[in-house]
């Protein structure tokens, strides 16, 4: 089993704000993998399904290819937390709860101001970065032992206030890194489900 959640606000007005690119990697792979997240439960919007095959997006130097891969996949759990981002780890430790699942099993998935816009970092553990999400998940977990994936947006003007930045939506012009980076994102999240954490952080996302 592998629970991947990905972090943001519920609500229209948040759909493509900085804040909600954890939401948008989840709905993308929802899409992809057509796992529909038409269920609430543990304070979250899930969608469940056991996998043996999936579409996953190669993108090479911006240009994006479907391949089909076999794969040897467990069940999959795309979580959306309903909490708000700073209540995300009320969610996820009631998810786990319910799955009987360790915090290894965990893909947690959020954006990133101390990244430049369009990186991707991996990491098994680690502090949260100043990400509440993150910290609300550490508080609620009792530890930083869980996988997750960060996405990168850039740090705010110095005159804008962090909290004001990632509740902004992206231009236009942003909007091309960020589908680009959505799609590795999908990548990364892939082979941390068929590869294991390790082997995906070996790899250049």
Not at 48 to 65: D, G, P, Q
């Amino acid at each position: 089993m592998r629970l991947v959640v990905g972090l943001g606000n519920p609500g229209k007005q948040y759909e493509y704000t900085r804040h909600n690119l954890g939401f948008r990697v989840v709905n993308a792979l929802s899409n992809q993998w057509r796992i529909k997240l038409t269920r609430h439960k543990c304070l979250s919007l899930i969608g469940e399904k056991k996998l043996s095959s999936v579409s996953c997006r190669r993108t090479f130097k911006r240009t994006t290819n479907v391949l089909t891969r076999s794969l040897s996949l467990p069940t999959i759990i795309l979580a959306k937390p309903l909490t708000f981002v700073n209540g995300s780890g009320e969610a996820v430790k009631a998810l786990c709860d319910w799955l009987k699942i360790g915090r290894e099993e965990i893909l947690v998935i959020c954006d990133d101001f101390n990244l430049d816009k369009g990186k991707l970092r991996l990491r098994k553990s680690g502090s949260s970065g100043g990400h509440n999400g993150l910290e609300s998940i550490i508080e609620f977990l009792g530890s930083e032992e869980f996988p997750r994936l960060r996405l990168g947006i850039g740090r705010p003007e110095e005159d804008l206030d962090p909290a004001e930045y990632v509740l902004q939506k992206f231009s236009k012009q942003e909007e091309s890194v960020v589908e680009e980076m959505i799609a590795r994102a999908c990548q990364a999240a892939e082979a941390v489900i068929s590869d294991g954490i390790d082997a995906a952080m070996s790899r250049k996302w």
